[in-house]
């Protein structure tokens, strides 16, 4: 069993930064397509981020230029670093990971992953 746990979410100033982490445990694979979901209330889950084990990375346009996905594979952790805040990426964000060594074109539909984490809230407000 795969086990993920995010951590590192909370309150920030529009305009902070904050780091998340996803922690894995149980049976891994360095071959996992890793990545970040977020949703906000009434909205759907839409991709963040992702990256592939040979560390491509792939962002959706309303956060590229200001996060940057990466992940350890020797600590089985997965980062969002998170710069220029907006109220607008008010959400939970989800850590997921897709039993495959490369994300796949639709790497931002849900469907694609196989384990997820139970998410941990980022709210940017001043």
């Known amino acids: 069993q795969v086990q993920l746990m995010e951590s590192g979410g909370g309150l920030v100033q529009p305009g902070g930064s904050l780091r998340l982490s996803c922690a894995a445990s149980?049976?891994?694979?360095?071959?996992?397509?890793m990545a970040w979901f977020r949703q906000a209330p009434g909205k759907e889950r839409e991709g963040v981020a992702a990256i592939d084990s040979d560390g491509n990375t792939y962002y959706a346009d309303s956060v590229k230029g200001r996060f940057a996905i990466s992940r350890d594979n020797a600590k089985n952790t997965l980062y969002l670093q998170m710069s220029s805040l907006k109220p607008e990426d008010t959400a939970m964000y989800y850590c997921?990971?897709?039993?495959?060594?490369?994300?796949?074109?639709?790497?931002?539909?849900?469907?694609?992953?196989?384990?997820w984490g139970q998410g941990t809230q980022v709210t940017v407000s001043s």
């Open positions: 997921a990971a897709a039993v495959r060594d490369y994300c796949s074109g639709s790497w931002d539909n849900r469907v694609e992953y196989d384990f």
């Open positions: 149980g049976y891994t694979y360095s071959t996992y397509c």
